[in-house]
Structure formats: C-alpha cells, structure tokens
C-alpha cells in the first residue's frame, strides 16, 4: 500500500511538471519592440550556459554541425548551436548593423585622438581625399584600418559601430536586404532610426558591456597566421617585434582565433573602452563635488 502511494505520488509529480511545462511555453506577442537590456541579457545568459555547459556535461563541440538538427541530440543541438547562434547575432545587430546606438566616430577617445592630429593635410587622408572639415572620420578610418592589419582581415562596409546603445527600437529592416552583399556590406540591415527610443540607460549599456567583454575575450583569446591556422599564445610565436610591443607582420602572427575574430574582438575592445570613458567622463555626475566622478 506504501508503495502503491508512494507511485502515484511520483506520477502526480510527473503530471503537474508537464502541465506546468505546457502552460509556461514562450508565445510571441509582439515583434516589434526590441527591449536592448531584455534581450542583451538573455544572450548573455545563454552564452555562459551554451557552449561551456555543453562542454560540462560531456558534449565534444566539435561533433556539433548547425546543419544538423538534433544532432547528436536535442540538448547538445541547442546548447551548442542554437544558443551560440543566437547569442552571436544579438552580438552582431547591436554592435555593427542596426544602427540603434551612437555611432563611435564621436565616441569621447576618438575625437581626443582626432584632436591629436597634427598633420594639416589630415582631414580627407583616410576617407578617400573627402575633406569635411573634420578629423573624426578619418581618425575612425585610421582605426579601423589598424585592426584589420592586425587581424589579417578586411573591414565590412558600412557598419556601424557603436559607443552607447539605445533603450529600444523595432527589429525590422528598415529596407530590402541586399542578399548577395550583406555579409560584407551592412548598408541594408540597418532597423529604422526613427522608430527607436533614443535614450541612453545604464541598463541597456551595462549588458551590452557586458556582451562585448565575454566575446571579445573568447575572440582575441589565441593568435593566427595567414592561412587561419591557430597559434597558440606562449608557444614562442608573437605578433610583436622581438623586445618592443609593435606589430610586426612579417612574423605570420595575427590577433584572434582567426581573421574575423581577431578583428571583431579589437572592435569590440574599442567600442566598450569608448562606452566607459562616455559614461565616467560625460553621463556619470559626482553630487558631492558638483561635477564629473
């Protein structure tokens, strides 16, 4: 009789677990109102228990194939993939495509090291012999260039880096998306500027931070040559020249895991050291002394 009861408790557990799981499924609501805190935290969330919990619990990543649904079961399919994939577009959307933040051409260490430029012919240098009247684009040019060397790999067009993200926006594009380009051009995944909530919070900013920090130290966490082949750091191989941390490229070293990471993490490094300065220098107030903290 004991047993008899304790196996229908057991089965009543079972039931309401399962009713609880059907009554709690994620219905969509609403798909337009991209919330960036909301949605950079869940793929900060899913980006620590993804792969490495996959890894914890026993799944070789390598036998993961995003082709292959399911394979080689459900748990190890969505952990492996479809958490990283979905943790690596909210990466890509928010830091170089939408446009839902301000763009890191004035971000606070640029325009210093724009107003550092003492060549009078400056201006227009970097952008094709367009002069504007300002420093600011070329400086990013500069930059951007720089990275791409160091990693080995060319910059897309038309992207949009970001130094401060906005509140909110509507994901949609905000035009046809040029199939054939935009994996190199990001001209056309850009969300419509007009109907984002363009406030800055601590919130939206802070997990976006945080996003940056987590892949840019997967990203730049070993070297490569130029055949993407890994280098593994502490081998005796550097990018840098013998005694002086300067790049020097005829050591076959580059930043990164391979190209894209290598160029993507660098970014990253500069849109978050970009977001710090902007907040302790322009948006955080000391009360105490009346002034920046």
Do not use: C
């Amino acid at each position: 009789m004991k047993n008899l009861a304790q196996n229908l408790l057991a089965v009543l557990v079972i039931v309401m677990f399962a009713v609880g799981f059907v009554q709690a499924q994620v219905v969509i609501t609403n798909t337009s109102n991209y919330q960036t805190v909301d949605q950079m935290l869940l793929a900060n969330e899913i980006n620590e228990s993804g792969e490495p919990y996959a890894e914890a619990i026993g799944y070789n990543l390598d036998n993961l194939d995003p082709f292959a649904p399911n394979t080689p079961d459900n748990i190890a399919y969505v952990l492996g993939i479809e958490n990283y994939e979905y943790s690596r577009y909210q990466l890509g959307v928010v830091i170089a495509r939408s446009g839902m933040g301000l763009h890191i051409m004035w971000a606070p260490v640029v325009r210093q090291m724009a107003a550092m430029e003492t060549d009078p012919e400056f201006d227009g240098k970097y952008t094709m012999g367009m002069k504007n009247g300002y420093n600011e684009d070329d400086e990013l040019m500069k930059m951007i260039m720089h990275f791409g060397m160091l990693a080995n790999h060319s910059a897309p067009m038309n992207a949009w880096p970001q130094f401060g993200e906005f509140v909110s926006g509507d994901p949609h594009y905000a035009q046809a998306v040029d199939a054939d380009n935009f994996s190199h051009d990001f001209s056309t995944l850009r969300w419509d500027r007009s109907k984002m909530t363009k406030q800055l919070s601590p919130g939206a900013m802070g997990q976006t931070l945080m996003k940056q920090y987590l892949w840019a130290q997967d990203m730049l966490g070993s070297f490569h040559d130029a055949d993407e082949n890994e280098v593994i750091p502490g081998s005796g191989a550097s990018p840098d020249s013998t005694g002086k941390p300067v790049f020097d490229p005829n050591n076959n070293v580059f930043f990164g895991g391979d190209n894209v990471d290598g160029f993507v993490g660098q970014v990253l490094t500069a849109e978050a050291i970009n977001k710090v300065k902007n907040i302790i220098t322009n948006l955080a107030y000391d009360g105490s002394n009346l002034g920046m903290v």
